[in-house]
């Protein structure tokens, strides 16, 4: 209730003007709410945040956050995520959570990948971020993964190849996958395979102790091994100028941006170029003759990627053994943007079956 004057003769309140029937008019200049979206990809190396706003079937981007956590280090020796590790996977994700809230974000969708699926107490872990920063995180399996970085990439399918070769190569796992061109123009996943190849796990692996010990002829050796599978069900692919092959991944964001030459590493100038294959097979050759400190001199390399970035050029390696195209296409995005424009087009497809109220607007209702 309202509080009444305390003492004196109560106030004279003024007249009510009698309510008009009419609604108000809407202001034309006034912007509709933002619909904002968030998806956090949990990987063996890295957490990373994108909020977006819907636009359209797409979105444009109003922040993200990318930390590396290295989450699976140490895993392949004993089976588990260690306490170090997880300490600070959960102090990277209530920064994510926070911004998730400043930023009133009502969709979101957090993932967790191969780090947590193969550590014997990942689904522990997966509870104790619910409970400590408030985010629900899906451990999804390795084909799901594969589809979504496909569908994150998608907008850099080249419409004049007939197949197309994507790659993920992460900390834990890399994921490999085939698509083919269909009648109406489409590309459809063909095949895809989620191999124990990360780079996080090839370093421990392989490398030795010295700053020169890679272990890079180890790292390739069993990049041959694991990959042959889906390279020997790949039969189609025989003409390399009808085929594009895309890299998502550090390992190859990495390398173009070491040899484009930038000072410090710039998305808007990575994601979407095309390397010629001659230029990353140069690169590679040239971070093999250098030590770790070396490496980590190198500003698009830095200390946190020094001893990983070249169990990643192992695997990509095997790839252009494999399938010796004139280039490559760079992908700075993929799981992310794959789970953020399924979130988007599955709203999009709900409203559009919504059936209309007496009064010829939509119902109400969540989405």
Not at 237 to 266: E, H, P
């Amino acid at each position: 209730m309202l509080e009444q004057p305390q003492g004196g003769s109560p106030e004279r309140r003024p007249e009510r003007k009698a309510k008009s029937s009419r609604r108000p008019k809407r202001d034309p200049s006034a912007q509709p709410p933002r619909r904002l979206y968030a998806a956090i990809d949990l990987g063996t190396n890295n957490c990373r945040l994108l909020i977006v706003e819907r636009f359209g079937l797409s979105f444009r981007v109003r922040d993200s956050f990318s930390r590396i956590v290295r989450l699976g280090e140490g895993l392949e020796a004993s089976g588990r995520l260690s306490d170090d590790a997880m300490e600070r996977t959960i102090a990277a994700l209530r920064i994510c959570a926070s911004k998730i809230r400043r930023a009133n974000v009502r969709r979101i969708r957090c993932v967790a990948t191969e780090a947590c699926r193969g550590a014997d107490n990942g689904e522990e872990f997966i509870k104790r971020v619910r409970r400590e920063t408030g985010l629900s995180m899906d451990i999804i399996d390795g084909a799901a993964e594969a589809e979504l970085a496909a569908l994150g990439c998608g907008s850099l399918f080249d419409e004049n190849v007939d197949n197309i070769v994507l790659f993920d190569i992460g900390g834990g796992s890399t994921e490999v996958m085939r698509l083919d061109r269909q009648p109406d123009g489409q590309f459809q996943l063909a095949d895809s395979d989620s191999l124990p190849l990360g780079v996080v796990r090839l370093a421990e692996r392989h490398a030795g102790e010295g700053p020169y010990e890679h272990g890079y002829e180890q790292m390739l050796d069993e990049s041959r091994l694991r990959l042959a599978d889906f390279m020997n069900r790949q039969n189609v692919l025989t003409d390399m100028s009808k085929l594009q092959i895309i890299g998502t991944s550090g390992t190859v964001t990495t390398l173009a941006a070491v040899q484009l030459g930038l000072t410090r590493y710039d998305r808007n100038v990575v994601d979407g170029c095309t390397i010629a294959s001659s230029d990353i097979r140069r690169v590679i050759d040239d971070l093999k003759s250098l030590s770790r400190d070396q490496l980590a001199e190198n500003p698009c390399i830095g200390h946190q990627r020094a001893d990983l970035v070249l169990a990643g050029c192992a695997v990509l390696d095997v790839i252009y053994e494999r399938w010796p195209v004139t280039q490559f296409s760079v992908a700075d995005r993929g799981l992310r943007e794959g789970i953020l424009l399924r979130m988007i087009r599955q709203d999009k497809r709900r409203r559009r079956r919504r059936p209309k109220s007496a009064n010829g607007g939509q119902t109400n209702g969540q989405e």
